[in-house]
C-alpha cells in the first residue's frame, strides 16, 4: 500500500504550498530592507545619522521586531521545506530521465533552484554575522544622536573589495532564484488566469532582477564613492 510522503508540515503538496507562502512573504521583506538600505546613498553626517536611526528603528520597534521573528521563521520554513522537496524530486525521478529532459523543459534556474538556495542561505548567514550579530551584541560606537553606528559598520565591510564582491555574486544568485521561484509561487497557489498570469510573470521577473539590482547598487555605491567622500 503506498504511503504519503510527509514532511515539515504534511504531504509534498503542502510542502510546496508553505514554500510558496514563506517565499512571497521574505519577497516583501526584501523590498522592505532595500527601502532602508537606499539611505546609504545620502552621503555625509546627515546619511550617517538617518541610517543609524533607521537601525535603531527596526532593532527596537515592538511590531518591527515581532516581524523580524516571523521572517527568521519564515527562512527557516523555507529552507527545511526546500531541501525536502528537492530531496523529494531526486529520489522520484530517474537519472537518466532527467538528464536527458531537463534542459529542454525547464530554465537554468528552475533546474538549480537548490543550488541557488543553499549560496543565497549560506549568504544569510554570513550576512547576518556581519551585520545582525555585530548590531545586537557586538562593540559598536554610538553616533552623534546616541545610537548604534551600524552605518560605519556597514561602510567598512563593503571598503573590502572581497566582501563586496562576495556580495554582488550572492545577490545575482538570488536573483535567479527569485525569478523562478517568484512566478512558480502564485502558481503553486492557484493564481493561474489566461489574461492575468502573463502579466504576473512579467511583473515577478522583473521585481526578481529589480530588487537585487538595488542591492548591487548600493554595494557599488559603498565600495567604490562612499569611502572616498565620508571616511
Known amino acids: 500500500m503506498a504511503t504519503t510522503s510527509k514532511g515539515l508540515f504534511g504531504s509534498s503538496l503542502a ?3 508553505w514554500m510558496a ?26 546619511g550617517k545619522l538617518a541610517f543609524n536611526e533607521y537601525g535603531h528603528f527596526m532593532t527596537t520597534f515592538p511590531v518591527v521586531k515581532i516581524l523580524s521573528y516571523v521572517t ?25 530521465y532527467v538528464k536527458e529532459k531537463q534542459s529542454a523543459n525547464a530554465s537554468w534556474a ?8 543553499t549560496l543565497t542561505l549560506f549568504f544569510i548567514v554570513v550576512h547576518m554575522k556581519s551585520f545582525w550579530y555585530e548590531m545586537h551584541y557586538g562593540a559598536l560606537g554610538l553616533d552623534a544622536n546616541g545610537n548604534k553606528d551600524l552605518w560605519t559598520l556597514t561602510v567598512t565591510a563593503f571598503e ?10 550572492a545577490i545575482t544568485g538570488l536573483a535567479f532564484h527569485l525569478s523562478h521561484g517568484a512566478q512558480s509561487a502564485f502558481q503553486t497557489l492557484g493564481v493561474n488566469h489566461p489574461r492575468y ?27 567604490v564613492v562612499q569611502p572616498g567622500q565620508n571616511l
Open 21 to 46: 507562502v514563506s517565499g512571497l512573504f521574505l519577497c516583501s521583506f526584501l523590498v522592505g530592507h532595500l527601502l532602508g538600505n537606499l539611505q546609504l546613498f545620502v552621503s555625509g553626517e546627515e
Open 72 to 96: 527568521y521563521g519564515a527562512i527557516f520554513l523555507h529552507t527545511v521545506d526546500g531541501i525536502m522537496l528537492a530531496l523529494q524530486n531526486r529520489a522520484a525521478r530517474p537519472v537518466g
Open 197 to 223: 498570469t502573463p502579466i504576473i510573470k512579467k511583473t515577478m521577473t522583473a521585481l526578481a532582477w529589480l530588487i537585487p539590482a538595488g542591492f548591487v547598487a548600493v554595494a557599488v555605491f559603498l565600495y
Open 160 to 169: 573590502q573589495w572581497w566582501y563586496a564582491a562576495f556580495y554582488v555574486v
Open 15 to 17: 510542502r510546496k504550498y
Open 110 to 117: 528552475s533546474r538549480k533552484m537548490a543550488l541557488l538556495g
